[in-house]
């Protein structure tokens, strides 16, 4: 596949464009810390964003469930839909001396491109283990496999991660210089998601442990 | 204004339709807990997602920045632009015994509907105000408030809050019954966006405190 050279000018970021990142590797890093995307699609002229989970493997990303489900009434044969995928990762909350100068930390990536149906059932499997291992890696193995009938029943969507960028804050508040002796704190509140103790199904046999990833559960 | 009746064909949630949530005040329960959203809109025919803060007043909710000004151009004179303003709150990572079944816990609000410009420079501050408000309590006040140049720089968009659903998510896996003897861990790992310690400004005046709002800021 060729590489298409970024930004075009759909993903080319016009404000604060000192934010803007095309480098893919960096962009795979903020995508394999996220494993929740919004997806995006038109039905008559209306946009839709739908949250879901997602997994990625070299330059494709793999979507599931009722999302890609959604989407796929909008697909013309063979021809995909055309969808905008956003992750976000939201780092802190920068406090300046001025309303105008606050502003967020985060790390966001917006993907445009066709999202195609992935239907060979061996690919299809092999993309249902990318989003297993993309979200909680080691659980595939633990788990009971999906059977025929259960493939049959999942829709998954290929999205190729080709046309893209990203938008990173991070780093202090920035006033304007007058503003640097107003009679306020100034600052940054971190942000993150965390895990908390994993909470043992009701119907848990005694005496099972909890595995390692989910005690240890983190995107970092 | 009158109340559309939720949910209109355009809101009903299809898939998993027992998460479905259409109560009003549920809703903004769910709105008010978040405070960043992924709003998306549409450019000739391919659709942009983009993440950005939000404030509620009432039935109303509010955007600016960098996904406003976007969307702003999109917009046909005083007609607005058809926007989708997704809020999702990640809750955990449900595992179930079969990968079939894994799932996330999560509260999820889609808001369907035109944004329209917020021009009139008194409403304008008012709707910053909410933003500012919804975000972090307190902080307006002690800030220095925007001037005339800087409200003239900023655009503030509002969507209406009128044809709306929810999707809801909680508690443990749910297995097929067969699945119950499979010998795994099963539970759920709870996720929680967290605020950390902040960190002083380099610049802040020496033996300024940091104020309750950003040392003990929770969204819950």
Redesign the interface.
């Known amino acids: 596949m060729s590489e298409t050279q970024m930004p075009t000018a ?1 993903t080319r970021v ?3 464009a000192d934010r803007a990142v095309y480098d893919r590797e960096a962009v795979y890093r903020i995508l394999d810390e996220g494993f ?1 995307c ?6 008559d ?7 879901t ?1 997602y997994g990625r493997k070299g330059a494709s990303l793999y979507i599931h ?2 999302a890609a ?2 989407m796929l009434r909008q697909m013309q044969k063979d021809e995909g839909v ?5 992750v ?1 990762l ?1 780092d802190g ?1 920068v ?6 100068n ?1 502003s ?1 930390n ?1 790390r ?1 990536v ?1 993907i ?1 491109g066709k999202a195609t149906l992935v239907d060979d059932p061996e690919e299809k499997l092999a993309a ?1 283990r990318v989003l ?1 291992e993309h ?2 890696p080691g ?2 193995d ?5 059977n025929e009938r ?1 493939l049959k ?2 829709s998954v969507l290929r999205v190729p991660i080709d046309e893209f960028s990203a938008k990173v804050r991070v780093g ?2 920035i006033d304007d210089e007058e ?2 002796a ?24 005694p005496g ?4 390692a990833y ?1 005690k240890h ?1 983190s995107r970092r």
């Open positions: 759909r016009v404000r604060e929740l919004h997806a995006g699609f038109v039905v002229g209306q946009p839709f964003v739908i949250p989970s469930g009722s489900s959604r055309p969808v905008c995928i956003t976000t939201l909350l406090l300046a001396r001025s309303v105008f606050h967020m985060y966001s917006v445009l249902l297993s979200i909680l659980r595939w633990d788990s009971r496999q999906p259960e029943a999942t202090p508040p503003d640097y107003f009679p306020t704190w100034a600052g940054v509140v971190p942000l993150e998601m965390v895990a908390g103790t994993p909470i043992d199904d009701a119907r848990l046999d099972r442990e909890v595995p989910a559960y």
